[in-house]
T-cell receptor, first 114, second 111 residues
Framework: ETGVTQTPRHLVMGMTNKKSLKCEQH?????MYWYKQSAKKPLELMFV???????ENNSVPSRFSPECPNSSHLFLHLHTLQPEDSALYLC?????????????FGQGTRLTVV | RKEVEQDPGPFNVPEGATVAFNCTYS??????FFWYRQDCRKEPKLLMS???SGNEDGRFTAQLNRASQYISLLIRDSKLSDSATYLC????????????FGKGTTLSVSS
């Protein structure tokens, strides 16, 4: 149903694990984003890709590593995370970054770090 | 000062009530303004854009005051299905940037 698909929907990982979140959009958009949503905080922009090029890294720790192999796919590689990294990770896409009139979100991956 | 500020609520109202949410933004270079809606444990979805002249979509009316850097959303004749978190969003339209979200205002409509 949704034009932006995220997998997995839920993930529990230990602090020493390595995992990856996947996002795919079928909307023909050129910009993709990772946002983090923690309880009682606004959505925090993590990374921005425009035409496969990373244009923004919003002071995100290096334990989060994005990858954008093409305009339709976006990954977030996770390693040695901390419990405070537990949150809802949302992927979004838009036509491009200069005229963002609407961003379409995936359903998110709810991550728990134990 | 936070980039986008909203009263988190919650706003608890009966069906049929009129409720208004306010939002302020700090960056005077902001050019586009939106209200998104987020249901519990779901992703945010665009509710409506906000135009300088004000705009209405059914029971929803959005207003923008650029001088005061203030945005509002009015919901008339509230329905149970309006219960959600309403996110105020701005965009400064610089290359490589993205939408900036407020924390959201939670609305609970009861019968």
């Amino acid at each position: 149903e949704t034009g932006v698909t995220q997998t997995p929907r839920h993930l529990v990982m230990g602090m020493t694990n390595k995992k990856s979140l996947k996002c795919e959009q079928h909307l023909g958009h050129n910009a993709m984003y990772w946002y983090k949503q923690s309880a009682k905080k606004p959505l925090e922009l993590m990374f921005v890709y425009n035409f496969k090029e990373q244009t923004e890294n919003n002071s995100v720790p290096s334990r989060f590593s994005p990858e954008c192999p093409n305009s339709s796919h976006l990954f977030l590689h996770l390693h040695t995370l901390q419990p405070e990294d537990s949150a809802l990770y949302l992927c979004a896409s838009s036509q491009d970054t200069t005229q963002v009139y609407e961003a379409f979100f995936g359903q998110g991956t709810r991550l728990t770090v134990v | 000062r936070k980039e986008v500020e909203q009263d988190p609520g919650p706003f608890n109202v009966p069906e049929g009530a009129t409720v208004a949410f306010n939002c302020t933004y700090s960056n005077s270079a902001s050019q586009s303004f939106f209200w998104y809606r987020q249901d519990c444990r779901k992703e945010p979805k665009l509710l409506m854009s906000v135009y300088s002249s004000g705009n209405e979509d059914g029971r929803f009316t959005a207003q923008l005051n650029r001088a005061s850097q203030y945005i509002s959303l009015l919901i008339r004749d509230s329905k149970l299905s309006d219960s959600a978190t309403y996110l105020c969003v701005v965009n400064i339209h610089q290359a490589g940037t993205a939408l900036i979200f407020g924390k959201g205002t939670t609305l609970s409509v009861s019968s």
